[in-house]
């Protein structure tokens, strides 16, 4: 028998991406609920209930209800939301995160799907507080742009729709302006940082894609390190796997510019080191699509993982 796959909130923007990406899939029976339903508690929770992987791409209330649905309920669960991403009963589905990390979601019963911004800051923080190389003290900054898909249909419209009552202008805008994010806790947890990240994430004029920064102080680090020191760690720690690539260091050193929709449309992340050993500071830049790799691909990738799929 097919896995059934239940995509709570599937018209929204990540629901629709996962849809998309399940679409020619043979190997699992999606179920859905009609986009005039979809407010039907009763209809919700039978389809919730039918299914073996419940991907739920739901506002944080509506995530913490549905979870409260299938209490005690055999469904397993993949959550979009930042309902559960610092909650200790779920794992973290960023599965690169360490070596045992896949193997752990192949067998929860929660897991969290990791916010987009998260996914390019904990990729290039992790790797170095796992090799020695940057304490847990260290003042980490973090500055991001991203496709504005990442605001969901709300800001889709904005964009897009020139007659929208709140019609969005800017070509880029910076936002978050208070230092207080709802991803900041995510990034210290699983940066293993004693201090939450400065962050300053914006959203420029293009769909899909993304930029994530954190500029870095070499004599900041622990002992003598050097750039390719940086780059040892990522390699090393990304390892055996496809989805994150290490650029190497002399196609890193080679490129004018970053574009942030380079990843766009794909499910795969970039990482460059830049910078020069003489200036002793570096800028370690992680690239993905906030829809995939950020979003709906990686939930793609946990529900593959959780039924033992390619």
């Known amino acids: 028998m097919k896995p059934k796959i239940f995509i709570d909130g599937e018209h929204g923007t990540t629901g629709l991406q996962i849809r998309t990406r399940l679409a020619g899939r043979t190997d699992l029976e999606v179920l859905s609920i009609p986009e005039q339903e979809r407010r039907n508690k009763d209809l919700r929770a039978e389809l919730l209930r039918s ?34 991403r610092t909650n200790a009963d779920w794992v973290y589905g960023f599965a690169e ?53 990442g605001g969901g249909k709300q800001m889709i419209a904005q964009m897009e729709d020139a007659n929208h009552p709140e019609h969005m202008k800017e070509n880029n805008f910076l936002y978050g302006l208070t230092l207080k994010h709802k991803h900041q806790p995510e990034m210290q947890i699983y940066g293993n940082l004693d201090h939450a990240p400065i962050f300053a994430p914006s ?32 390699q090393a720690h990304y390892a055996g796997q496809d989805i994150v690539r290490v650029i190497p260091l002399d196609e890193s050193s080679a490129m004018a510019r970053v574009d942030a929709e380079m990843l766009a449309d794909t499910d795969g992340m ?41």
């Open 203 to 234: 959203v420029g004029r293009f769909p899909q894609g993304m930029i994530v920064q954190i500029p870095v102080y070499l004599d900041l680090l622990k002992g003598d390190v050097s750039v390719k020191a940086v780059h040892d760690a990522l």
């Open 270 to 310: 970039n990482l460059y080191v830049f910078g020069s050993e003489t200036g002793r500071i570096i800028n370690l830049v992680a690239v993905l699509d906030n829809l995939g790799k950020g979003a709906s691909g990686a939930a793609v990738q946990n529900m593959n993982l959780m039924l033992g799929l390619a």
């Open 97 to 149: 995160l360490e070596s045992q990390q896949a193997q752990r979601i192949r067998d929860a019963h929660y897991v969290s799907n990791p916010g987009c911004y998260p996914t390019g800051a904990i990729s290039l923080i992790r790797p170095l507080r796992a090799a020695g190389l940057m304490g847990s003290d260290y003042p980490v900054t973090v500055n991001a742009v991203s496709g504005y898909t």
């Open 51 to 84: 299914a073996d992987i419940a991907i739920l791409c739901l506002p944080d209330d509506a995530s913490l209800e549905a979870v409260t649905l299938l209490k005690d309920h055999p469904t397993r669960i993949i959550d979009t939301s930042t309902a559960h």
